[in-house]
């Protein structure tokens, strides 16, 4: 399978813990974003990397968030000091940075926080 | 900020029938795209627009980018059970997505 993959697909945790979340984008995309979407929603932009630059971030993402990709290849999102309010679906995208920027997703890590 | 009113917010229609959802926006998007999401599933894109005017189909599935670039709308023709999910728009400008809040379709045998 050449898609996005996403790693764990299921997590849950307590209030307070911390956790980190892998996304392996398509392997030619040199553009790789992070979304979060709660029940009911659409997915809402987090930020974006270009191969290692996180070029944009959004207010959503909090200090308690950061996102890396040190290699240009795999991207983690950890979130330190969980709050209920983070229960969310994580969702990853890639892309190419030149012609068509379609972006295409990958299954999502769905979190919980109890 | 950019916001996307996607409607209606669900359809329940019967197998066969074709569907219209669109999406509107005060906001300028240079490309939209159309996904479609299964419970506890990302987005999977169904098609792609790049072109204010443009009309592009990807099997029973038709959808346009209107002309004013603020709006698009996608068709569904003779719906089958397999249809069922939640429909996104999506707008891009720059490098971010804006989604609208979705459609659910549910399609009865």
């Known amino acids: 399978d050449t898609g996005v993959s996403q790693d764990p697909r299921h997590k849950i945790t307590k209030r307070g813990q911390n956790v980190t979340f892998r996304c392996d984008p398509i392997s030619e995309h040199n553009r790789l974003y992070w979304y979060r979407q709660t029940l009911g929603q659409g997915p809402e932009f987090l930020t974006y990397f270009q191969n290692e630059a996180q070029l944009e971030k959004s207010r959503l993402l909090s200090d308690r968030f950061s996102a890396e990709r040190p290699k240009g290849s795999f991207s983690t999102l950890e979130i330190q000091r969980t709050e209920q309010g983070d229960s969310a679906m994580y969702l990853c995208a890639s892309s190419l940075s030149w012609g068509r920027e379609t972006q295409y997703f990958g299954p999502g890590t769905r979190l919980l926080v109890l | 900020g950019q916001q996307l009113n996607q409607s209606p917010q669900s359809m329940f229609i019967q197998e066969g029938e074709d569907v219209s959802m669109n999406c509107t926006s005060s906001s300028i998007f240079n490309t939209w795209l159309w996904y479609k999401q299964d419970p506890g599933e990302g987005p999977v894109l169904l098609i792609a627009l790049y072109k204010a005017g443009e009309l592009t189909s990807n099997g029973r599935l038709t959808a346009q980018f209107g002309i004013t670039r603020k709006d698009s709308f996608l068709n569904i023709s003779a719906s089958i059970p397999s249809d069922v999910g939640i429909y996104f728009c999506?707008?891009?400008?720059?490098?971010?997505?804006?989604f609208g809040g979705g459609t659910r379709l549910m399609v009865k045998p």
């Open positions: 999506a707008g891009l400008v720059g490098n971010m997505l804006t």
